[in-house]
């Protein structure tokens, strides 16, 4: 028997599903951030996303398989990530992350992992 992780105690796969989309319902109404999607349909950043995140924490290691080593900075070079780009992807992973309901040393433990991977992914300062 393997040792439970992250991933499993939150409630694994629909858990990540319910944060990604509350997530990108966010994104989609947010012109700043959604003109850093080029694709029509939010769907392939969704599937993206939400494998990064099992993974990270625990769950299948499917986003590896597909798409090799995260490389999250590297990744999102292309994009202007600011200041501002970076505190509205807070304020929508924010609400998201309010919508799952965890309990409080989870939802820390997520929060802290989030909010420092946004702050590492800024990479220009320019409006």
């Known amino acids: 028997m393997r040792p439970s992780t992250f991933y499993d105690e939150v409630g ?3 858990t990540f599903v319910r944060l990604v989309d ?9 012109d700043v951030l959604r003109a850093m999607y080029p694709e029509e349909d939010l769907g392939p950043a969704k599937e993206r996303l939400t494998l990064f995140l099992e993974q990270y924490w625990g769950g299948p290691t499917t986003y590896s398989e597909q ?10 070079m292309p994009f202007k990530v600011n200041p501002d780009a970076r505190d509205r992807w807070l304020r929508h992973m924010r609400a998201a992350v309010d919508t ?8 820390a433990q ?3 992992y989030l909010e420092r991977a946004a702050f590492s992914m800024v990479n220009t300062f320019e409006e």
């Open 22 to 30: 509350a997530f990108y319902d966010g994104v989609a109404a947010d």
């Open 67 to 76: 798409r090799g080593h995260p490389r999250l900075r590297m990744r999102h």
């Open 110 to 112: 997520l929060w802290d």
């Open 100 to 107: 799952l309901g965890l309990p409080p040393l989870h939802e």
């Open 12 to 14: 694994g796969h629909e």
